[in-house]
């Protein structure tokens, strides 16, 4: 992966999103895979083809053209609100994690020259949970898309509102999907990614409100969680449930689409919906070739 | 009657509830013997009186939970049958099937016609089965959507009655997009081109609650609860035990006077002491007066006027620093 988006501002902070080591297993295969092949592969098995979850940095980083991401809000964060226990004290451990100060990044740049306000959920920040300060950040990219006349591509990955902003979390629901109501109003795209897992909340508001909606290959896609609905049905539920494969065969999302795939794929989108471009077209921040087992036939918009 | 109320309440429950069926013997008594037992009536009933008032006059966020699922709690039908007249159930959201945990009729309120939806709970076991405990589909929500669009068309206005623990959570739900379906409705609300009042009754169980409760007005009754999780679910998450929903209930401030607090709820509801279950027609009552003074204020906006003010309520809740 590329590291030109780590911010200076952040730098000091560690980042402890992947243990060290020079291999990595895969959850899947558990085959052993060198660690620096599968950051080359963009996190996506070279064996299996299982897609590991990305923190929001490195999704900028495989996404958005090179140097062209300009964050906005990159400190608003949430209080404590309710005054609820243990709260600020998880907030500043994600935020250490992370090195970021909240849930989701927001900000402008381009795909493929094509200028775009994008925003990414963090999993790795208390779960990608949606607070006051999330549902803020998404309502004002969605905002600023609509004030710059630009699409909104959202990655989602979250495990739904943060229940220890209680019903103020649950008000984030109403205040994303309202301000993305405005930017279809308006007249705007607005693609939605759901990478894995993104359930709850976020799946009951943003998240399955785009123009286009995809999804990465295996994510977990759901409202409630398989727990509580097998001790509801009273029966096991099959593997795939809730899979994106299985929510694309029941009709609710349009794509599954690979990770190596994704960059090409939303350009496309953007350049069909009239995306302006930026000229000349940037270099692509994408290094890697995809490793052969993932290669697939047939073009994408970065071969044209 | 009082329900067994588990938590810090629980002795002085039962303590009422041995007192009223103390005094309920001693009635019996008089009426079948002939014989005078008004002044130990009369001691019992000031006893009883004590000790509810200690019950009541605070209730504790988890007491008010249990309130607020009352069994005897007054429900959508009862405030339909009161509220309104000329009511005209709608069914099915023209896709999949009628949802009988969500309810969609046009009606009249003292003449003025509007659109009601609401969540469906039942009395008892048998009415709970038939509605899913007031728990809906995605079809039942695509109803909802529906009816409110019909009222939209009519620039009537929609009055949504929130009672439910959640959205159901089961396999079909999934598969029919449950996600999707709150999702949209929450859009649609909040650019919906009428009037919106949303009365929370009982319980306002998260996402399954906010897909019908997006709108210009919100009103609580006291006893009433709005929350992002259940206080079981909250406790079995954070705490892997779920026997400490009591605290999770306190720590969520799911109440309406903290829900006003928090500019959730544009108004509280006073009910009957002791909460609704005691007297119905009292808290049926205290919706009506509501919407007696609200009512005929809304739809006297311009609707972009009244959309930007709807938006801008939504926009404006959380709290952040920068």
Not at chain 1, 277 to 286: G, I
Not at chain 2, 18 to 47: F, M, S, W
Not at chain 2, 239 to 253: C, G
Request: with cysteine; glycine share 8%.
């Amino acid at each position: 992966m590329l590291n030109w988006l780590r911010r200076p501002k952040y730098s000091s902070l560690q980042r402890r999103d992947m243990p060290a080591g020079l291999w990595a297993k895969c959850p899947r295969c558990n085959n052993l895979i060198y660690r620096k092949e599968l950051e080359r592969n963009l996190k996506v098995c070279p064996k299996c083809g299982f897609h590991h979850r990305l923190t929001a940095l490195e999704r900028l980083e495989i996404t958005l053209d090179q140097d062209s991401f300009e964050e906005i809000d990159a400190e608003l964060t949430s209080t404590d609100p309710l005054k609820f226990e243990g709260y600020p004290q998880k907030l500043q451990e994600a935020k250490e994690k992370t090195g970021g100060a909240e849930a989701v990044i927001t900000g402008e740049g381009t795909i493929d020259g094509y200028r775009t306000v994008i925003g990414v959920l963090d999993f790795h920040f208390m779960g990608g949970s949606m607070g006051s300060a999330v549902g803020e950040k998404v309502a004002r990219a969605s905002e600023q898309a609509r004030d710059r006349q630009l699409p909104l591509v959202m990655f989602s990955a979250s495990g739904g509102a943060r229940m220890q902003e209680g019903a103020l979390s649950l008000m984030q629901l109403a205040k994303t999907s309202a301000a993305v109501g405005r930017l279809h109003d308006a007249g705007f795209p607005y693609i939605s990614v759901m990478c894995d897992p993104t359930t709850g909340g976020v799946t009951a508001s943003f998240a399955f409100l785009g123009d286009v909606i995809l999804a990465e290959p295996g994510a977990l896609i759901g409202f409630a969680g398989r727990r509580v609905i097998e001790q509801t049905i009273r029966h096991k539920l099959p593997d795939d449930f809730q899979t994106a494969e299985f929510c694309l065969n029941k009709g609710l999302i349009d794509l599954v689409v690979t990770r190596s795939d994704m960059r090409s794929t939303v350009a496309r989108l953007l350049s069909f919906f009239g995306a302006p471009r930026v000229e000349p077209v940037p270099v692509a921040a994408e290094p890697a070739t995809p490793e052969p087992a993932q290669s697939r036939s047939g073009s994408s918009a970065a071969d044209e | 009657m009082a329900a067994t109320l588990p938590g810090p309440s629980t002795d002085l429950d039962r303590q009422l509830q041995d007192l009223e069926g103390e005094i309920e013997r001693l009635r019996r008594l008089a009426r079948e013997q002939a014989i005078d037992l008004g002044g130990e009536i009369a001691t019992l009933e000031t006893r009883a009186e004590d000790v509810r008032k200690k019950i009541y006059t605070n209730p504790s966020p988890w007491h008010i939970v249990q309130l607020a699922r009352h069994s005897q709690r007054p429900r959508l039908v009862d405030f339909v049958a009161s509220l309104f007249t000329d009511v005209v159930e709608l069914h099915g959201d023209r896709l999949f099937r009628d949802d009988p945990a969500m309810l969609a009729a046009l009606a009249r309120f003292e003449g003025r016609p509007v659109v009601v939806v609401g969540h469906n709970k039942g009395k008892d076991t048998k009415e709970n089965i038939a509605r899913n405990f007031g728990m809906p589909y995605p079809e039942g929500y695509r109803k909802a959507l529906r009816v409110m669009r019909l009222a939209e068309k009519f620039h009537y206005p929609v009055i949504a009655f929130v009672d439910t623990p959640g959205a159901f959570p089961g396999d079909e739900a999934e598969e029919r997009g449950q996600a999707e379906a709150i999702a949209r409705n929450i859009e649609e609300m909040s650019r919906l081109r009428t009037s919106v009042i949303v009365v929370i009754t009982g319980e306002g169980g998260s996402g399954g609650a906010l897909a019908i409760a997006v709108g210009d007005l919100t009103l609580m009754l006291q006893y009433a609860i709005y929350t992002v999780i259940s206080p079981e679910g909250c406790a079995a998450i954070l705490w892997h035990d779920a026997t400490k929903a009591a605290e999770a209930a306190a720590a969520l401030r799911l109440t309406a006077k903290d829900l006003q607090a928090l500019k959730i709820v544009d108004e509280v509801l006073p009910e009957p002491f002791g909460g609704a279950h005691r007297d119905p027609e009292a808290a049926i009552t205290s919706v009506r007066s509501a919407l007696q003074r609200h009512l005929p204020g809304m739809g006297q906006m311009p609707v972009q006027a009244m959309l930007e003010r709807r938006y801008a309520k939504y926009r404006s809740l959380g709290q952040i620093v920068a």
